[in-house]
């Protein structure tokens, strides 16, 4: 043992790791004293890399272990799916008509919408919330729209009520000339034109079932009005002139 020098020993293991693969691990204990637990506990644990490590390099190596499954998953996964990128660009979009949406009354904005409101404060008290009656004559089962056939006349009237009417030198109301009793209030004191326009466009579409026509509405518009009520005439006209633009179905 001891004729043999170092350098040749050493000479002899480096062929014989050159010519087998598997040699260089198996003759890797033997080297040096300090690197001996390191390098076998390397090859032991996964043989087929030793075989590739060069004897001369006494590190062990860390890196043969096999990608972990989940490892391997979140490196192959698409980080962000298709969808998902067009969904991001109309996030924006979608809050804006959100934030718009909260700022619109659940019924709408329309004359027909605001005229129901207005009805509900205003009238349903005495005409009742379905047209039902009360205080005041059902106008629904097409009630109104039999009194008042014209739209026009069905606007002075709730224009000026039963007092207005009176001061006016009548003493009926309506197509069927009913006689005026009293007790239906005068509504310009606290509606303007266009409110009152709205809540006898929807009491006609609600209690009298009708649709909106432009030329029913038009028919004597002016004349009935400059009679019972000139000072707001204009108005009234000009709300007739934008729903002769633009129907007031909504
Ligand atoms: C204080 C109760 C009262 C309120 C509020 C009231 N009305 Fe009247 N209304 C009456 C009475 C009473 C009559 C009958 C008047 C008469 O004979 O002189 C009447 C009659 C009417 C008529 C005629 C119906 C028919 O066929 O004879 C209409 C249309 C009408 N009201 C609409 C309205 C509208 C629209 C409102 C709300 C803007 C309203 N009223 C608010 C009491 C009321």
Redesign the pocket.
Known sequence: MVEIPEHLLERSRQRRSALTGEGGGSAAPAESGSSTPAATGGSSSAPVAAASTAPAVPQPEPEPEPTPPWVEAALTRKKVPWWAASALTILPLFFIVYAWTLGEPSQGEGPLALGAE??AV??A???GGGGGGG???A?NGG??V???PSPAA?VA??ALG?AGFQDAGRST??ATD????????G?LDS?DPTE?MD??LA?RTEFGQEEFDISVWEDGFEDTLNELVPDQTEEFMAVLDEWNTTPPTG
Do not use: D, N
């Open positions: 207005t009805y205003s009238c008290g005495c005409h205080a005041g004559p106008l009630a109104v039999e009194t008042f069905q009237w709730v039963s109301y309506g009913k006689p005026i009793v009293g007790g239906m209030p509504q509606l009152i809540v006898v009491e």
